[in-house]
């Protein structure tokens, strides 16, 4: 079920980061890779709250200054490898529409942040004892 959450928020932040994204490049003459970026971050921020307060039921449900640092490490990974996504199809690929490159990029980085957010981040004190 947990996954079924994620994806759920994932979708709303999706919503949230390419629209962000889109509205910066094409209104406002951002660059694509930098109009990126910033959808990105306004997106995780939402995630972020979201996973922890109602994603991962199985831990605390509040808003923990150690599972938000891990989750912020989890982000830069995440947010370089979507940039570099972004980045590289933009150059190889010139004619491909944005909307397919920005799909691509967050498609990537969903894989890597649900990874790292359900082994690492948001592990319950149950997992974490029993790796002692």
Sequence with gaps: MEYVR??????????LDIGASWILAHSFGVILWQAAGIGFVFAAVFNYMLHELWTFRDGARELS?????RYLAVLVM??????????GLDVIFPALPAII???????VSFLVSFAASKRWVFRTIKAWESQR
């Design 65 to 69: 200054a150690v599972r938000s640092v």
């Design 101 to 107: 490159v920005l799909l691509f990029g967050a498609g």
């Design 6 to 15: 994620f994806l759920i928020v994932a979708i709303l932040g999706l919503g």
């Design 78 to 87: 995440t947010f370089f490898t979507r940039l570099a996504v972004v980045a």
